[in-house]
């Protein structure tokens, strides 16, 4: 008689749940470490791309939820890390993968998460999740596995109020780099010398970025978030970046008084997320917090001065409030015009900034996206068109910017007269989230 081989016992996983400011809680079984853990619990939408998700250090002190129902199928290997470790707080997911089945996996997900301290919940309905955040916003949270999960409610519930809000947090230089350090063209396949140094500040920079630079010939210094203007001076830069990063961009005074030497040098200057607000700030315009943010891999941006649509990875819970009915004056300084070149077709937030008097630039979202597509990556070329200008004939380097906002394409016009007929930006939108209202400076609820 012949007997089916026998499998050695599932270990059950220990019980756990996750418990929103307030009062929701949805339970699971612990995924990575055992334990507690604090922070904002945000979704990401990104069907792919979970590997460089959690190794963003824009998501320091949050408390991602998946979208995608599936999570750690490929593993994880040293090649996909965005940084130099895992920085989300904690780690919310549906379906865990039982084994990784991939050529390139190197470690379980579940394993990388423990071996590095990171607390998760699995088994949770992510869909419900989301939709509750959608609704009421990002909020307070808290997992909490193994014994800790045995507490009342009433208790958990007390931990996660006891936390600060994301609003006034100052991250940037929590997850920034102690000491600089230099990308050259040559470690990423570019043949000759390099056609320009820059001087980028990581705010919470991602591996990509500073590799897209080096495979178009670009040299990049990476400089600490605290960097001052006389770091980035001694570079003898052809232009100056700031990368994406956590945080409220309200608490990001020294960034901003950088920028502004930066603009008073008129240094050429192109910023991504963290850094569009810090140019924003700049300018003098406010920022504000979003209801829930925009985090993912599928969000549509219309570049106001061609009428293109891109398909963008954003990951950023703050915006920019500034009008879109310009070229306005920039409200600080003597900086000249400025125009929002981009805004999202979703529900009208700042995307991007242009100054038609200096040459500098910005994006909200993220065109470096490595699980992500790719329909901005001409922004890094956009750059060095920029610099490039600049050096041969100073004081000229905004014509590039400048031409196609004062003469708009055909297409441009276009998607003006769409914008106009649809009484948004390009899109009927049901269901976004709040837009700031300048004149009371609080946040409006659009209407579905």
Known sequence: ????????????????????????????????????????????????????????????????????????????????????RIWVAGYIVRDAARRPSNW??????????????????????TRAVTRHLRERGAMRAGIFSGADAALT??????????????????????????????????????????VATIAALDLGIKAMTPKHFAQRGVRTVVLPANATFEDVAAVQ?????????????????AQVELLRRVLDERMPFFGICFGNQILGRALGFGTYKL????????????????????????????????????????????YGRVEVSHVSLNDD???????????????????????????????FDRFIDLMRAEKKDPGSGNAALASALDAPSEAGALADAAAMELGTHGSKVAGTQPRHDRTTGSTTQEEN
């Open 1 to 84: 008689m012949s007997h089916a081989p026998s499998k050695a016992p599932v270990q059950a996983k220990a019980p756990a749940v996750l418990v929103l400011e307030d009062g929701r809680t949805f339970r699971g079984r612990a995924y990575g470490a055992e334990g507690t853990t604090l922070g904002e619990a945000v979704f990401a939408t990104g069907m792919t791309g979970y590997q460089e998700t959690i190794t963003d250090p824009s998501y320091a002190r949050q408390l991602v939820v998946q979208t995608a129902p599936h999570i750690g199928n490929t593993g994880v290997n040293a090649d996909d890390a965005e940084s130099r």
């Open 104 to 125: 390139r996996s190197e470690q379980s997900l579940d394993d990388q998460l423990r071996e590095q301290g990171v607390v998760g919940i699995e088994g949770v309905d």
């Open 153 to 194: 409610e009433t208790q958990l519930v007390e931990q996660v109020l006891a936390q600060p809000s994301m609003a006034g947090a100052r991250l940037a230089e929590e997850v920034s780099i102690d000491e600089a350090y230099v990308v050259d063209p040559a470690d990423h396949g570019w043949a000759g010398g390099p």
């Open 237 to 253: 830069p052809d232009g100056v970046f700031m990368s994406n990063g956590p945080g409220d961009p309200s608490t990001a005074d």
């Open 291 to 334: 209801r829930y943010g925009h985090r993912g891999i599928n969000q549509p941006v219309l570049d106001r001065r061609t009428g293109k649509v891109e398909i963008t990875s954003q990951n950023h819970g703050f915006a920019v409030d500034a009008p879109l009915d310009g070229p306005v004056e920039a409200p600080a300084g003597s």
């Open 349 to 379: 937030v700042v995307e991007g900034l242009a100054c038609l008097d200096l040459p500098a630039f910005s994006v909200q979202y993220h065109p470096e996206a490595a699980a992500g597509p790719h329909d901005s990556a001409y922004l």
